[in-house]
């Protein structure tokens, strides 16, 4: 079999099962999206906001990814791991895995279609730089790319093994880098008589690799021993909370050591309920203690018992440790060995991870979609029965006129034409308004604005330059999270006032026309806040860390931590000035909708009843039509909650799982 061949091979087992369901059901959505879609085109009720509404609902569902992180002291057996359970279909260690040092940076494994398969690599110089990795990754010069050959997996080896690279370099070289501390004395001579230590060659690895999970919007996060002075604040600050998951990885060889317990307490302890929800702790390495010389149960016993100690020093549930030797069930899938694999007790690994995460995941995703949804299908529904009761009013209007005289007809004329007077006045009225608005809603993006955040951060970074120390960082820090809080609490006081005036104003309008009232919902501060508050939080665990790891390699360290707080709060930014268009947008867009019906159904009152004053058969050929237009709308209304309902199936719908993934 060919390694393409391989990777057309459908995955049977149950986390490959159910993932590949969870992709199912997201085509599934995104088909009767479509279909909604459709449907409201043809009943003329789609305009462009719903088309980009519906674009980005499908972007969301298509791009959707789920990250796995693999977190533990150097050697523990993360890569192995990851091989074991995403990569046995290859028949060989697709990840370098060896003794001793072997991922040096944090490498993510995932495929973008648009790109050929490849492995991108970050040089280790850009550390000296003041920009993130996630910023690199908007400038594909500054990465090092090597293609990989699928159709030679010894090829592809040597491309993956960049991920070991290390090289010699002078001790003052790596400090710039923030890779090295004064307590290197060890360090070997080079033959000019320089100190040198090894420092990794990359700072981060992309590999683009079309595994099938991969394909479908899985994404690995493997990471180096993590306990080394060049950690990347980008792991602790963004990487690792936006996993869906993290594994934590023992040896069952080693037990939970000093450095196994710092990497647990500074990236996974804490008290996030969501977070704690996906994380799993594995004890690996338990062939160690198969020995041919003991009983199946004492060999049981004392897996329970180290499951039992690591999860007391740990403070987490003893269910919730997973004994595992990765090795073997390698091994064992490579074989097609059923019963080493069964004693690898992987599956029950697996079983967990995809009995935990996905379902979670499915429940997030499909409630949010869910509520987009519906809000659509509301402003769809709002329309038809605002054009319903236009229909209505018509007909109440023109039956009352059967049997009339001309003058009665010339009357009713008269007074619909003074109607769309008043509206029309009361439209030029609105133009002030709006004008308002459109200031307001200036007022609210500026202080959303990333030019008042690259301000803040500008002088953040002066302040700690200035100010090198403990005290002078705290502070610069302290008044970087408090101008955010600033410039959000200002941009919640100016949403509010927005709020209210467009409250007002659709309530006065809706009683000087006759309008059904529309109450727009106000703009929620609290997610970013939280964010905010967030970052604060992982920022304040890590400083001392970090503040007590290196000396002179601090400075580097600290700026390079700064930055990558600086490029989190940048995504907050960017996030809460979408929010606020799109908020922006859907206070707006009812009134727009409100005076085009509204403006359209007086101009066909006034033309029936003038057609009715030109012609005495004229009346009974227009009601006739307008009961056609009524049932015609009642039957839209019944076909778009069969739309909805539609949809609301397909979210909650149980999943057909291949056999293998339902025990
Ligand atoms: N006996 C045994 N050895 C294992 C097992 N899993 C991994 N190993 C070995 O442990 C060593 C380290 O494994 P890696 O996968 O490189 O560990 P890692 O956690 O990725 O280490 P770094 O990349 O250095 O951070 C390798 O020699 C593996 O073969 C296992 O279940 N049993
Ligand atoms: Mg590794």
Redesign the pocket.
Known sequence: MTLSDRSRTTPTRDLAARFEAYSDWRRRLCASIASLHDWLGDAGLADPQVDLKVQQLQERLQQDKLVVAFV?E????????INAIFFADFGQRLIP???????MCPTELLYDANEPPSIRLLPIETRARDATVAEFKTYPDEWVSYPLDLASPERMGIALAQVSQVKPVAIAEARRYGLADDEDVLAPLAPGGERTVEIPCWRHAVINFPHPLLQQGLVIL?T??LNAVGTEPELTLSLLPNAHAVLF?LAADAGVTRTDLEVWNQHLAGDDAAQKAGRLVVL??I??LWDDMKSATAIDDEIARQAGTSARILDVDVAQVYPV????ALLAKVNGDDLLLARSRLPELERALSGRLIPAKREIVGSATLAEVTALAARARALLDARQAGVAEQLAELRALRGKNQDVIQHMMDRVREEKDVFERGLARQAALRSVFAEQSNRLLDHLGLEALRANAGATRREIEQSPFTKGVRQAMGDFFATIRNDFGLASRQASEIHDMMRGMYSRWSEEQGLERYSPPPFAMLKYLKEIDRLERAYNTHFNTLWNMVSKAKFALMKRFFETVASRARHVYDVANRDAEGWLRLVMAPFETQVREHHLQLRRRLDSIRRIHGASGELEARVGELEQQDETLAADIAALDRELAGIAIAIYDADVLPRAANG
């Open positions: 533990a150097f050697s523990r057996g993360k890569s192995e791991l895995s060896a003794a001793g040092r072997t991922t493997d180096p021993g990885i690996n390495k062939d160690g030797s990765a090795q073997k």
